[in-house]
């Protein structure tokens, strides 16, 4: 991010500590014992501001990346290029999600400018107790769940070699697949995607059949509700399948998703049978 005219080092160490301080995942540690994965929340303390000798924000990136370490609760890492004016914030994917990142910069963008953060909204980990507690409570859907996952895997004709194929749209094109089409077709652009890539499965499968994808949602789904999350960083993402039919018309295979995918409760619900309920988790 830029940062205005004036700002010093001393600056972007105060923003970075008042925002660390107001979002306790970016205090994460991660617990490895025997295979089991546990998040911790560690104390708030001093971030560490790096000032490295280039104006390469991507170089900066990079290096900034290879100093993340989340069972050392290092999961955020600040860059400071003081040549260009610029702030590089670097988090693991384990503390964040697309929504966090909004929140992150404007905070930092609301500490430099010396103005106080507002309020805090509820924290991750309260989030995270809440969803386990309630994923004991109900095994609703599980069987629609079960159907999903029956689709056979994908069978394809063994290829007679491995290639990689880049195509790259031009911006006229990606206008009209982006946002001409979606509004036209009254379908999604994540639909629209999907169709085609359902679409072309059906086409290299010998015997064409149903197949089951993943589809993410942003997952910020009230655990309880009282729970507010506008303003909580965090990695809310969740991830459910959908099953699908053959189809040779990507269009009616983006209908058939937008039919089918479940909504943002669907998704969550999935996730708290799929993870977090003993008795319909997978040992």
């Known amino acids: 991010m830029a940062v205005a005219e004036g700002t010093g080092l001393a600056d972007i160490r105060r923003a970075a500590n008042a ?3 107001a979002h306790p995942a970016l205090r994460l540690r991660l617990h490895v014992e025997y295979g089991v994965w546990a998040l911790r929340t560690d104390p708030a303390r001093e971030a560490t501001v790096a000032a490295p000798g280039t104006t390469d924000a991507t170089a900066a990136a990079n290096e900034a990346a290879g100093r993340l370490d ?39 963008a609301t500490a430099l400018s010396g103005a106080a953060l507002p309020p805090p909204t509820t924290p991750y980990a309260e989030y995270a107790e809440a969803l386990a507690v309630r994923s004991a409570e109900s095994a609703d859907g599980l069987g629609h769940w079960i159907t999903t ?10 290829p007679t070699e491995l290639r990689e194929t880049t195509v790259v749209l031009p911006p006229d094109l990606s206008d009209l697949v982006t946002r001409t089409a979606p509004g036209a077709l009254g379908v999604g652009l994540t639909e629209l995607l999907c169709g085609a890539l359902r679409t072309a499965l059906t086409h290299i499968q010998p015997t064409p059949s149903d197949l089951a994808i993943d589809l993410e949602r942003h997952g910020r789904v009230p655990a309880e509700e009282h729970h507010d999350y506008t ?11 959908v099953r699908l039919t053959p189809h040779t018309d990507p269009v009616a295979a983006a209908r058939e998703i937008a039919d089918r995918q479940p909504d943002e409760e ?18």
């Open 19 to 21: 925002v660390v301080a």
């Open 70 to 108: 989340p069972e050392a609760g290092e999961v955020i890492a600040f860059s400071w290029l003081a040549a260009t004016r610029t702030l590089v914030v670097t988090v693991h994917h384990l503390a964040v999600d697309a929504v966090s990142w909004l929140i992150i910069l404007d905070d930092l």
């Open 149 to 158: 996952l029956q689709a056979p895997p994908l069978d394809t004709a063994a």
């Open 231 to 241: 303003r909580t960083v965090g990695w809310f993402t969740s991830i459910a399948p």
């Open 266 to 283: 669907g998704h969550v619900a999935y996730g708290r049978l799929r993870y977090l309920n003993p008795q319909t988790a997978p040992s």
